[in-house]
C-alpha cells in the first residue's frame, strides 16, 4: 500500500495528476513486450542466416546441371576450380585449406605478441604508459581490414618478404596472414588483459610473499588463473582472423590451391565469395550457388569456434572471490 | 650464501629479466607496426589528397579521380546504420540486463548474441543480399513496387535493390551485436543502489529505466556506440556483397540511391595493378582514416568529460 501511494505521489509531482493503474499497467507493459521484440530480433537474425544458407545450399547439392556433387565430393574433393577448365571441380579443402594457412600465420603473429603485450599492459606497465598503450591499440583495432590488405600489398610484401626470399609473389599466404595477424593483434590484447587484470592482486601478493620473481608471478601465477579468459581470447581472435575478406581478397591471390607452402598464392573461403559476388560468375549458375554452400561451412566453422570460446569461459573459469 | 646468489637464484633473475625485455619487444612491436603503418600509407598518399581529389567522381583516368561518392556515400550509409542499431542495441540491452530475468532462455540469447558477433560480416552481406535486396525473391522478374517520385527525397521501392538504406541496414546487421554487448556492459556498470533509491521514492520500473539507469549508462553507451560506428564506416566486405557499386557518378540523393563507400573504392583502387591507383587508394585511406581518428577522439573526449564515478 505505501509503495502504491509512493507511486502515486511521484505522479502527481511529475505530471500533476495520479496515473491510473491500468493505464500505467498498459504502458510499462507494451514497452515491455516492444524491447522483448527487439530482442526477439536478435534470436531471428540467426534463424534467417541460417535458413538463408541451409536452403541455397540445399540447392546447391540437388542441382540437376552438375551431377557429381555429392556431400562427399564438396567435402573431401581436393581439387576447386568452378571457374576454370571445361569440367568444374567442387571440393572445398583447397579453400579451408587457404583459410587454415593464412589463420595459423596470423595466429603464430598474433597471439604471442598479442599475449606478452597484454602481460605488459596488466603486469609491468606503469598508469602512463598503459593509457598510451591502449590508445595505439585501439587505433589499430579500429583501421579497416582494407587498409592492411594495401598494407600486405603495398608494403609488406615487396618491402618485408621479397628481399628475404625471391620465392615470394606478388601475391602470397604469408603476407596475407601477417596482415591478418596485425589485425587481430589488438582483440588478442585487450581481451586477454581484460583476463589478466580480473586476476585478484592477492594472488600475486601471495605469490610475492613466497619469495618469487615478477616473471614467476606473472607466467607461473597470473597467466594460469586467467587461462580459460586468454584461450577465449585467442578463439574468438582465430575466429576473426577466419572470417577476415578484405586482406585475402586483396593481398593471398586467387588460385585455390592445396598448399602449406606460405609463399604461395592461396584462396581462402571468403575470399572465394568475393570473387563470385564481385561478378565473375553468373548469377543463377552453379559457381554462383556454390558460393553460399563455401558461406554456410565458413558460418558453421566461426559459430561453432564462438561456441567453444563461450564453453570456456563458462566452464573452465577459475573464480576467486 | 652469505652475499652471493646460488646458481638456482641467478637463474630465475636472468629468466625474470628475459622476459621482461621479451614484454618489451614484443609492446614495441605494436607500436613500430602502427607507425610503419601510418608512415607508409602517407608517403604513398599524400600527394594525391587535395580538395581536387575530395571533389571529384570516379575516373578511368588516375589523374581525374575523386572520392566524392564514396565519402558522401560512407556518410549516408554509416548514418542509416546508427538510426537502425543504436536504438535496436539499446532496446535490447535494456530488455536484458533490466526487464529478463535469470533463466535458460536469457542464458542461450545471450550466447546467441555473442555468437553473432563472431560471426563472418561477409555472411551478413549474403543474408542482406536474400533479406533486403531482394526481399527473399518476391518479385523477382518485375519491376520493383515503389512509392513516390524517383527524384524525391522519400522515393521509397520493394524490394530495395542494392540501394544506400539496403547498405545501411546490412551494417546495422554487422554491428548491432557489438552494440548490444557495449550497451548491456553500460547497464550492467550502473550501480543496483541507483535503482533501488528511485524504486524507493515511487517509481515504475519504466521511470528507473528511462530516469535513472539509462542517463547513468549513457556515456558509456555512447563510446560503444561510437565504435561500433567505426566499425561500420570501415567495412567492406557485406557491402560488396549486396552489390554495392565500385564506380559511382553521383552522390546519393534519396534511400533508393546507388552508392559505393571509401574502403569498396580504396578496394577498388588497391586491386589494381598501375602504381597511379595505389597512389589513389593510399590517398583515400588517409582520409578515412582521419575520419575515424575524428571519431575516436569523440570517443575520447566523452569517456574523459561525461564519465564520472557513480559510486564514491
Same mark, same amino acid.
Given at each position: 500500500?505505501?509503495?502504491?501511494?509512493a507511486r502515486?505521489? @511521484?505522479?502527481?509531482a =511529475?505530471?500533476?495528476?495520479?496515473?491510473?493503474?491500468?493505464?500505467?499497467?498498459?504502458? #510499462?507493459?507494451?514497452?515491455?513486450?516492444?524491447?522483448?521484440?527487439?530482442?526477439?530480433?536478435?534470436?531471428?537474425?540467426?534463424?534467417?542466416?541460417? @535458413?538463408?544458407?541451409?536452403s541455397?545450399?540445399?540447392?546447391?547439392?540437388?542441382?540437376?546441371?552438375?551431377? #557429381?556433387?555429392?556431400?562427399?565430393?564438396?567435402?573431401?574433393?581436393t #581439387?576447386?576450380?568452378?571457374l576454370?577448365?571445361?569440367?568444374?571441380?567442387?571440393?572445398?579443402?583447397?579453400?579451408?585449406?587457404?583459410?587454415?594457412?593464412?589463420?595459423?600465420?596470423a595466429g603464430?603473429?598474433?597471439?604471442?605478441?598479442?599475449?606478452m603485450?597484454?602481460?605488459?599492459?596488466?603486469?609491468?606497465?606503469?598508469?602512463?604508459r598503459?593509457?598510451?598503450?591502449?590508445?595505439?591499440l585501439?587505433?589499430?583495432?579500429?583501421?579497416?581490414?582494407?587498409?592492411y590488405?594495401?598494407?600486405a600489398?603495398?608494403?609488406?610484401?615487396?618491402?618485408?618478404?621479397?628481399?628475404?626470399?625471391?620465392?615470394?609473389?606478388?601475391?602470397?599466404?604469408?603476407?596475407a596472414?601477417?596482415?591478418?595477424?596485425?589485425?587481430?593483434?589488438?582483440?588478442?590484447?585487450?581481451?586477454?588483459?581484460?583476463?589478466?587484470?580480473?586476476v585478484? =592482486?592477492?594472488?600475486?601478493d601471495?605469490?610475492?610473499?613466497?619469495?618469487?620473481?615478477?616473471?614467476?608471478?606473472? @607466467?607461473?601465477?597470473v597467466?594460469?588463473?586467467?587461462?580459460?579468459?586468454?584461450?577465449?581470447?585467442?578463439?574468438?581472435?582465430?575466429?576473426?582472423?577466419?572470417?577476415?575478406?578484405?586482406?585475402?581478397?586483396?593481398?593471398?591471390?586467387?588460385?585455390?590451391?592445396?598448399?602449406?607452402?606460405?609463399?604461395?598464392?592461396? =584462396?581462402?573461403?571468403?575470399?572465394?565469395?568475393? =570473387?563470385?559476388?564481385?561478378?565473375d560468375?553468373p548469377?543463377?549458375?552453379?559457381?554462383?550457388?556454390?558460393?553460399?554452400?563455401?558461406?554456410?561451412?565458413?558460418?558453421?566453422?566461426?559459430?561453432?569456434?564462438?561456441?567453444?570460446?563461450?564453453?570456456?569461459l563458462?566452464r573452465?573459469?577459475?573464480?576467486?572471490? | 650464501?652469505?652475499g652471493?646468489? %646460488?646458481?638456482?637464484? !641467478?637463474?630465475?633473475?636472468?629468466?625474470? $629479466?628475459?622476459?621482461?625485455?621479451?614484454?618489451? !619487444?614484443? !609492446?614495441?612491436i605494436?607500436?613500430?607496426?602502427?607507425?610503419?603503418?601510418?608512415?607508409?600509407?602517407?608517403?604513398?598518399?599524400?600527394?594525391?589528397?587535395?580538395?581536387?581529389?575530395?571533389?571529384?567522381?570516379?575516373?578511368?583516368?588516375?589523374?581525374?579521380?575523386?572520392?566524392?561518392?564514396?565519402?558522401?556515400?560512407?556518410?549516408w550509409?554509416?548514418?542509416?546504420?546508427?538510426?537502425?542499431?543504436l536504438?535496436?542495441?539499446?532496446?535490447?540491452?535494456?530488455?536484458?540486463?533490466?526487464?529478463?530475468? $535469470?533463466?535458460?532462455?536469457?542464458?542461450?540469447?545471450?550466447?546467441?548474441?555473442? /555468437?553473432?558477433?563472431?560471426?563472418?560480416?561477409?555472411?551478413? +552481406?549474403?543474408?542482406?543480399?536474400?533479406?533486403?535486396?531482394?526481399?527473399?525473391?518476391?518479385?523477382t522478374g518485375?519491376?520493383?513496387?515503389?512509392? +513516390?517520385?524517383?527524384?524525391?527525397?522519400?522515393?521509397?521501392?520493394?524490394?530495395?535493390?542494392p540501394?544506400?538504406?539496403a547498405?545501411?541496414?546490412?551494417?546495422?546487421?554487422?554491428?548491432?551485436?557489438?552494440?548490444?554487448?557495449?550497451?548491456?556492459?553500460?547497464? $550492467?556498470?550502473?550501480?543496483?543502489?541507483?535503482?533501488?533509491?528511485?524504486?524507493?521514492?515511487g517509481? %515504475?520500473?519504466?521511470?528507473?529505466?528511462?530516469?535513472?539507469?539509462?542517463?547513468?549508462?549513457?556515456?558509456?553507451?555512447?563510446?560503444?556506440?561510437?565504435?561500433?560506428?567505426?566499425?561500420?564506416i570501415?567495412?567492406?566486405?557485406?557491402?560488396?556483397?549486396?552489390?554495392?557499386?565500385?564506380?559511382?557518378?553521383?552522390?546519393? !540523393?534519396?534511400?533508393?540511391?546507388?552508392?559505393?563507400?571509401?574502403?569498396?573504392?580504396?578496394? /577498388?583502387?588497391?586491386? $589494381?595493378p598501375?602504381?597511379?591507383?595505389?597512389?589513389?587508394a593510399?590517398?583515400?585511406?588517409?582520409?578515412?582514416?582521419?575520419?575515424?581518428?575524428?571519431f575516436?577522439?569523440?570517443?575520447?573526449?566523452?569517456?574523459?568529460?561525461l564519465?564520472?564515478?557513480l559510486?564514491?
Amino acid at each position: 500500500m505505501i509503495a502504491v501511494a509512493a507511486r502515486t505521489a @511521484a505522479e502527481i509531482a =511529475q505530471r500533476g495528476r495520479p496515473c491510473s493503474l491500468r493505464v500505467r499497467t498498459l504502458i #510499462e507493459g507494451s514497452i515491455k513486450y516492444l524491447l522483448w521484440s527487439l530482442t526477439f530480433l536478435s534470436v531471428a537474425t540467426t534463424a534467417v542466416i541460417i @535458413a538463408v544458407l541451409a536452403s541455397e545450399t540445399y540447392g546447391f547439392f540437388t542441382t540437376t546441371d552438375h551431377p #557429381e556433387i555429392s556431400l562427399w565430393t564438396f567435402f573431401c574433393g581436393t #581439387e576447386w576450380s568452378p571457374l576454370l577448365g571445361a569440367e568444374p571441380m567442387f571440393g572445398v579443402l583447397p579453400l579451408v585449406a587457404g583459410t587454415l594457412l593464412v589463420t595459423t600465420i596470423a595466429g603464430v603473429v598474433a597471439l604471442p605478441i598479442g599475449l606478452m603485450t597484454a602481460i605488459y599492459l596488466s603486469e609491468y606497465a606503469t598508469a602512463r604508459r598503459r593509457t598510451l598503450l591502449k590508445a595505439v591499440l585501439e587505433i589499430l583495432a579500429g583501421v579497416p581490414t582494407v587498409v592492411y590488405g594495401f598494407f600486405a600489398l603495398t608494403f609488406i610484401t615487396p618491402y618485408l618478404l621479397q628481399p628475404f626470399s625471391s620465392a615470394f609473389g606478388t601475391y602470397n599466404a604469408m603476407s596475407a596472414g601477417i596482415a591478418v595477424g596485425i589485425m587481430i593483434l589488438p582483440i588478442v590484447c585487450s581481451l586477454s588483459e581484460d583476463a589478466l587484470r580480473a586476476v585478484p =592482486q592477492s594472488l600475486r601478493d601471495g605469490a610475492y610473499a613466497l619469495g618469487s620473481t615478477k616473471f614467476d608471478v606473472s @607466467a607461473k601465477v597470473v597467466v594460469p588463473a586467467a587461462l580459460s579468459g586468454i584461450v577465449a581470447a585467442f578463439l574468438l581472435a582465430l575466429t576473426r582472423a577466419i572470417g577476415e575478406t578484405m586482406i585475402v581478397a586483396l593481398a593471398a591471390g586467387g588460385l585455390a590451391q592445396l598448399t602449406a607452402n606460405p609463399t604461395a598464392q592461396v =584462396q581462402t573461403m571468403t575470399a572465394y565469395m568475393v =570473387q563470385i559476388f564481385l561478378g565473375d560468375a553468373p548469377a543463377a549458375g552453379i559457381e554462383y550457388k556454390s558460393s553460399y554452400a563455401v558461406a554456410f561451412t565458413l558460418f558453421l566453422i566461426t559459430f561453432f569456434l564462438t561456441w567453444i570460446g563461450a564453453i570456456v569461459l563458462r566452464r573452465y573459469r577459475e573464480e576467486y572471490e | 650464501m652469505m652475499g652471493g646468489k %646460488t646458481i638456482a637464484t !641467478t637463474r630465475r633473475l636472468m629468466s625474470n $629479466r628475459l622476459f621482461l625485455y621479451g614484454c618489451l !619487444t614484443a !609492446t614495441s612491436i605494436a607500436m613500430l607496426v602502427l607507425g610503419v603503418l601510418m608512415i607508409s600509407i602517407a608517403l604513398e598518399g599524400w600527394s594525391s589528397v587535395s580538395w581536387r581529389f575530395l571533389d571529384s567522381f570516379a575516373s578511368r583516368k588516375a589523374a581525374q579521380a575523386g572520392i566524392k561518392a564514396p565519402l558522401v556515400g560512407s556518410l549516408w550509409v554509416c548514418a542509416i546504420c546508427a538510426l537502425v542499431a543504436l536504438p535496436m542495441g539499446i532496446g535490447t540491452a535494456i530488455y536484458l540486463e533490466e526487464f529478463a530475468k $535469470r533463466s535458460r532462455l536469457k542464458h542461450l540469447i545471450q550466447l546467441n548474441i555473442s /555468437n553473432l558477433s563472431g560471426v563472418p560480416s561477409i555472411v551478413y +552481406g549474403i543474408l542482406a543480399l536474400a533479406a533486403f535486396v531482394r526481399f527473399f525473391g518476391v518479385s523477382t522478374g518485375d519491376a520493383p513496387w515503389s512509392i +513516390g517520385d524517383p527524384e524525391s527525397l522519400f522515393f521509397v521501392q520493394f524490394p530495395f535493390g542494392p540501394s544506400v538504406l539496403a547498405g545501411g541496414l546490412t551494417l546495422a546487421l554487422v554491428v548491432l551485436p557489438i552494440m548490444i554487448i557495449a550497451s548491456q556492459e553500460a547497464f $550492467r556498470a550502473v550501480p543496483q543502489s541507483l535503482r533501488q533509491g528511485a524504486l524507493a521514492l515511487g517509481s %515504475t520500473p519504466w521511470q528507473v529505466i528511462w530516469r535513472v539507469s539509462f542517463p547513468a549508462a549513457l556515456p558509456t553507451i555512447m563510446t560503444g556506440a561510437i565504435l561500433a560506428m567505426s566499425r561500420a564506416i570501415g567495412e567492406a566486405a557485406p557491402l560488396l556483397v549486396i552489390g554495392g557499386f565500385l564506380l559511382v557518378f553521383q552522390t546519393p !540523393t534519396n534511400l533508393m540511391s546507388d552508392f559505393t563507400v571509401l574502403p569498396l573504392q580504396i578496394f /577498388n583502387w588497391a586491386g $589494381r595493378p598501375q602504381a597511379d591507383f595505389h597512389k589513389l587508394a593510399a590517398a583515400a585511406i588517409i582520409v578515412q582514416l582521419v575520419v575515424l581518428l575524428f571519431f575516436n577522439s569523440i570517443a575520447i573526449i566523452i569517456r574523459q568529460k561525461l564519465q564520472r564515478p557513480l559510486q564514491s
